[in-house]
């Protein structure tokens, strides 16, 4: 049986303009990750790690070379098969969070599957709420559930963004940084819920700064440039 | 996302800056009640004006002479210059006629009336005995004068309430001479007070015989006939009548206008419902106003809520969420505006009239749908453009707004 792959890149090549300078964020990089893989990214600030998070997360497109998601072209999806694939397919652990900051964690956890009723029509309120609240309990966060972002510590907010990025049980989560703002505990407690995921089959992609975290990863993809320059499978 | 969590999400969000909301419905709850009141405006004076024309003597039929066109028949010519009414019209209208009660000419002028020291500018209006029975009018004192009195040429007057008032204070009048216009008339009777009706007011008015008003302002014809039908029935038999008897006269030219009270009323009719509708189209104009101040709040919005676009986007809201989002919140201030101008007016309306108890403008139940359809579609329509815009954002750059 041959492995399905999640994600396959194809001499991928992101720019960006600012002002006259052109900048390469992703420098003709190709890659495959397969269906189950658990894979770490690396390299300095600035190498393009969430540019690559951005474009296989379908928030953004390559300038050049192609993308295929679950086996599946990209480039010309239309832009609601998109917005599906977001929904469905994908969990996205922003760098930054990305939570709304007027609703409660309860809220911001259940949006995706609000979005999610279009595909199926079982998930009412009822059920929402509910697995809202499951996925704030894998991130130790049920006494906190109706406090808004703001009244957050940032480690409970990036604990926020995981539980809403798992709520929808997808098969694919990108975690862009998603342990920076935890202490080593809960650090630990958020990796081992990965870990967890892993075993039951979804694939994940974490870019870190975290050498201990990287080390722990069977797979770990080394940036710098906008270029690969090390990819090592343990 | 379900019917149910668009509602839920739009009163959120107008409910979360409710300041800003409620100014911006005002815009349209002002047009929408504009709408509303003026309308009501407009159909309360067609109301009031109507119950004053059925209170001005029944089965009224006027006569004016020239000609008037079948295209343009609003109001009654004024004295056509070479086309005259004499008295030797009435004269034949009072024999031949068999579907006349009573028939009259009348003549108008002004003129002053002096008593001793006391002055008054008045119209003086020139009738023969038939007058009071065709206009109902009624005396306060004395009599009002005879067809003898009429055809006598005798200088015998009745005085409008409000002159003998100011002409002898407190006093009667009865049987003293004033002069009109320096010729001496005696006073024979008052009216009783009538008031105001049509802007016409009989208590200002100084009622002499026909005769002796042609006299007095050196005229030869009348300003035109009036007369009363046997009853209601009668009235179309006694207008075809007047009709051949004056044609007749006329060397068989129909070179006047015959009016009746039912034809003056659809002719006032149609100029104050044509005025009803254009008082609504012009409020229109506010709802307008407050369409655009819509438009310019949830285009604020959209530029304030970019990075919370991002995030539903980035999570699976697809274009049509987010443009349903934005068009529910447009649709929900214009609906909820609408209802509270809508609400608030016509229970201004209904205020107004048991205030004033004479004037009637309780809302007509005809322009609630339109008043409050229009204001919604405005919602939609000036909400639009503002959802699209909002829908149309690229996820990656909503994210990294600021
Ligand atoms: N929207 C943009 N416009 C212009 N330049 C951009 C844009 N987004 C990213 N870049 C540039 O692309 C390069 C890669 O950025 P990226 O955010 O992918 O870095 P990173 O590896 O995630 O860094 P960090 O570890 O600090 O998060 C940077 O030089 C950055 O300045
Ligand atoms: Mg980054």
Redesign the pocket.
Known sequence: MSLKSVIRLENVTKT???GGEI?N?LDDVSLTINEGEYVAIT????????????LIGLLDQPTKGRFWLAEQETLNISDDDRAQLRNQYIGFVF?NFNLLPRASALRNVEMPLVYATAYDKSVTPLVRRKKAEEALARVGLTDRQDHRPNELSGGQRQRVAIARALVNSPKLILG??PTGNLDSRSGKDIISLFRALHEQGVTIVL?T?DPVIAAQAPRQIA?LD?KIVEDHHQ | MSFREIIRLAIEALTANKLRSGLTMLGLIIGVAAVVLLVSIGEGARKFITKEFEGMGTNLIMVQPGKTDKKQRIGPPMGGSKEKLTLQDVTAIERQARNIDAVTGVTMGSASIKYEGAVSNVSVLGSNAEFIRIFTLKLSEGEFFGNEADTQGRRVVVLGVDIAKNLFADTSGIGKLVKINGSEFRVIGVTAKAGNSLGFNFDEIAFIPTQASLKLFNEDKLLGLRAKAKSKASVEDAVNEVKEILKARHNGEEDFTVLTQDSMLETMNTILGMLTYMLGAIAMISMLVGGIGIMNIMLVSVTERTREIGIRRAVGARQKDVLRQFLAEALALSLVGGLIGLLGSVALTYLISFATGKFDMRAPYWILLPAFGISSATGILFGVWPARKAAKIET?EAL?FE
């Open positions: 960006f303009q600012m900048i964020a390299g300095p600030s600035g190498c393009g790690k969430s540019t690559l998070m951005n760098q862009d940084e870019v700064h940036f906008g | 990656i990294r």
